[in-house]
């Protein structure tokens, strides 16, 4: 007998029924931006439909056609909102651009999306006016600005005006249903080696990852929500945050260029911010204005932290000190981002403070969708009992097949099942905890045992003199690999090698302590703001260790 | 150019991948029954999906294909969770059957389905003593019990017990994954005319359902929850919580047969629930109990309320006695069922407790998924004001496109796209809060006015001496029709017809006041607790108005 099939409404999943849900349901719910030009700027879902609407049809009378890819370089503003909607909406692509990589890169990274048109905010008409010539795709590129702030004089070709663009359209028109596997929009991963590469998210893809990151479990997005993303539109979508929130009908508060403590504890104030998400080290600034000028959170309640792992200090500080409860999660690039988070069940509501932490400084349990596994390095499943480690693999909706144009599957095969292998080295417990360990490939082997640099450098960053450190692999006659700590002090610190070496006894097995403790200026960051090992690796890679 | 396709994994939602996530995170997390056996039973999250594999297996055995009907006729009990993902997580059909039904509805629609196999709790063996030689397509009857309790003598042919078919299975296979459309239930209506028809879910549209429906501004479900569904897992399978609560994680009770306000009290109290969902008149039992014992809840902070509006007054009493939040919702088995609730949004944070009632009476926003349309008779669609209304139209992934082996589509045509017509009549307000304010076939058209039956029961309703009341139509012979009020008084209540009417002065428009108030011992009732306006127009059709 033939399945019998469901007899329900064959809707596709689209980007643009978010947006057309918001402006129907929270249609004077308010997107309140801190504008490139410098001002504040206020509207609506209602409004930011229409003008998306308008947007679709502009790109089209500039040429677009489906598949074409749109790219940005611009903050978090409500014209990157409308982009994100307007051209992902009308069967284009929304290509974000991080504005931190290299300018060869970002020249790169066009040429290989084959972008058509380039939308910029103020802050990078320098920066255009220098690659515009190496931009070989980009027929069109837009200021994303009003008439009154475009340059008078500039090198860039045929500059065009967003405003004008989209305030020329009626918007008379109808968001187009089509194929829900269609691509949406492309993220390039800000690859620590080798070229980026592009994932390539759908509509499918996206609004399913919006559904499960409004979960109460995960991000825990409602209504009666006022979000602040400071987490960029550029990384990774902001983490889906412009899709859930409008799917939810919250209240968002774009913060622009304007990311450092004082700009953004104004901002939470005045707009009543309940619920934000971003990297530790935004959180850093924050926490120091905040300390420095002893001010509290009137509204602040909830952060999302993720990008890297958030420094169990830093949770306890918002929680302890402000009231800000941290939703520790973990993601990538190829996951859209949202993998795991940090939540708690009901068992542990009689959990004492420090057992509590240590569950919610792991990365969390898988949001419902993405599948995942620890294997070894014959690809064999390890087991969830909080203490095997092995590298973490994952699947789901959300989770890419493919790399942007590379023939070569970058999946691994375990028990019949194609998996993303993540690059991450994990431990799963047996509530489905997961903790990331390390990076597979910053993990150091020590006579075949493995140590987590994470945990060297959490343990030196506890130490009151240290301001950064970074643990890596060098090279050992004996043990293969022994551990190297790199140390920058804080300001006027005097903590010696002695010093820091001692902080470790106790916390960690004597034969993970670090060989050698050497200290430096300053550690090289990616784009992203993460310590580039790999840098760090080379530049060490004659060091000779004092127990070599 | 062709559009871009997306790049991601192509992993179909499968309602197995929903238990498979809870055992793996929520392995330990109980499911607790109060089985129809009249003991308590406990299980996990990880021994049901295992025992939901076994079931998959036994159910082959028994020679079911791909697309053959599994029908249950089946109180809330942990049995039954395993045959929702047994049955169709092995590409069969769940046919839940309400035992409300007259037996020989019970007859027409195994019939019209097709089952093949008929898996029934000990408290129908009566029932399905007397049916089984008219139910032609059954090969066989699974009695959902254990060797102990199977009947020592029964009529039904080759009468199986369920516990032996799981327990000789082994568990070991995969969970097939198959085309997302494949249909994963059939629940049929209890259409108050002409025959039930059925209406044929997928896999695709009860896993959307289930992120939907477990929003926060839904029904808001989370691993620190327990949950007690009290509407049956044969009610639009009990609105979808089997599959919500174990993509969340949550603890599971289920109260079997027992759902008089002692029984559920009690359980309330010793699983510590959290959160409820049922129809008001389950809810006027446990209050009346807890009342009259002068209880109070310890842990049960939130219910969702369907079915039928939520009297007023059961939603403050919830709410101001016993600290239950009340969270309305609406919905229909066409629609999986979840459409709307009434959830606040920040901008109502300071509305008063008046303002905020009125707002929570009202059915709602929608759910993203679903959209809604009021539409007038010439299917144009009216404005979103609170004031007019119109026959309510639906569209959405868990919508239904037709009914099961009914040719003619029920859809009808707005705007270019197709919609469900809900026959209900409802008004929507600017803040996309919907309410209903009548069936359309029950409304009451006056002089070419509409009046809300509905309207006119709630007063009724509040008036202490009335039990249950009915507005219907009656002809007249200058308005066409006019209200007529059927009342059932309290026991020892005295109010007299000018009583009940004077009740309506000031409470609604002069003209809107029932003509006429008669007293009756009870009223006519559906399968599910609903009043049967049909049954009580038809007996009170030559009736004549004393205004007429």
């Given at each position: 007998m033939a399945a019998l099939m469901g007899q329900m409404m064959q809707m596709p999943l689209m980007i643009s029924s978010v947006i057309v849900h918001a402006a129907r349901h929270f249609g004077d719910t308010e997107i309140v931006s801190k504008r490139a030009?410098?001002?504040m700027h206020r509207t609506t879902w209602k409004a930011t439909e229409l003008r998306s609407r308008k947007l679709a049809q502009a790109l089209a009378r500039l040429g677009c056609e489906a598949g074409d890819r749109v790219a940005t370089l611009a903050w978090n503003g409500y014209r990157h909102v409308e982009i994100y909607y307007g051209a992902s909406g009308s069967q284009l692509v929304?290509?974000?651009?991080n504005p931190r990589?290299?300018?060869?890169?970002?020249?790169?990274?066009?040429?290989?999306?084959?972008?058509?048109?380039?939308?910029?905010?103020?802050?990078?008409?320098?920066?255009?006016?220098?690659l515009a010539p190496s931009l070989k795709s980009v027929e069109h590129f837009v200021l994303m600005t009003d008439r009154a702030h475009m340059p008078a004089q500039t090198s860039i070709p045929d500059l065009r005006c967003y405003d004008e663009l989209v305030e020329a359209e009626s918007g008379d028109m109808l968001w187009p249903e089509f194929d829900e596997n269609t691509a949406s929009s492309i993220c390039y991963t800000s690859g620590t080696t080798g070229n980026p590469k592009g994932a390539v998210y759908s509509h499918r893809s996206t609004v399913l990852h919006a559904y499960a990151s409004a979960l109460p479990d995960a991000l825990g997005c409602s209504a009666k929500d006022v979000i602040l993303p400071v987490v960029p539109m550029f990384h990774v979508n902001a983490w889906g945050l412009p899709y859930s929130v409008p799917l939810v009908g919250a209240k968002l508060v774009l913060p622009g260029p304007h990311l450092d403590g004082k700009s953004l504890y104004t901002l939470f104030e005045s707009e009543k911010v309940t619920f934000s998400a971003g990297v530790p080290t935004v959180w850093l600034g924050l926490i120091t204005y905040v300390q420095q000028n002893q001010l509290k959170f009137s509204t602040f309640r909830r952060t999302?932290?993720?990008?890297?792992?958030?420094?169990?200090?830093?949770?306890?500080?918002?929680?302890?000190?402000?009231?800000?409860e941290v939703i520790h999660a973990w993601g990538m690039t190829e996951m859209s981002p949202i993998g795991t988070v940090s939540k708690l069940k009901s068992k542990h509501d009689g959990l004492d403070a420090e057992s509590r932490h240590k569950l919610l400084e792991k990365q969390g349990r898988a949001?419902?969708?993405v599948d995942m596994l620890i294997i070894d390095d014959d690809e064999k499943p390890l087991p969830w009992d909080g203490k095997?480690?092995?590298?973490?693999?994952?699947?789901?909706p959300w989770v890419i097949a493919h790399y942007f144009q590379i023939e070569r599957s970058p999946l691994v095969s375990v028990e019949g099942r194609q998996w993303f292998p993540t690059g991450d080295v994990a431990t799963i417990d047996e509530d489905g905890f997961m903790q990331i360990t390390d990076r597979s490939k910053d993990v150091i082997k020590s006579g075949g045992e493995w140590i987590s640099s994470?945990?060297?450098?959490?343990?030196?960053?506890?130490?009151p003199a240290v301001h950064e450190a970074a643990a890596i692999a060098c090279a050992h006659p004996k043990w293969d690999e022994r551990p190297l700590l790199v140390v920058v002090r804080k300001p006027d610190a005097?903590?010696?090698?002695?010093?820091?070496?001692?902080?470790?006894?106790?916390?960690?097995?004597?034969?993970?302590?670090?060989?050698?403790?050497?200290f430096v200026d300053e550690l090289p960051h990616t784009a992203t703001g993460k310590i580039q090992k790999l840098r760090l690796r080379e530049q060490f890679k004659g060091h000779r260790l004092p127990t070599a």
């Open positions: 030009e410098g001002d929304c290509h974000t651009i990589l290299f300018p060869e890169q970002i020249a790169w990274i066009v040429n290989d999306a084959a972008d058509k048109v380039l939308c910029f905010d103020l802050t990078f008409v320098p920066l255009i006016e220098k999302v932290i993720g990008g890297s792992a958030c420094p169990p200090a830093m949770m306890r500080t918002l929680e302890n000190d402000y009231g800000v949001v419902y969708g095997s480690s092995g590298n973490l693999v994952v699947r789901g994470i945990d060297l450098e959490n343990i030196a960053m506890a130490h005097q903590a010696s090698e002695a010093d820091i070496l001692g902080f470790f006894e106790g916390r960690i097995a004597k034969w993970q302590i670090p060989d050698e403790v050497v």
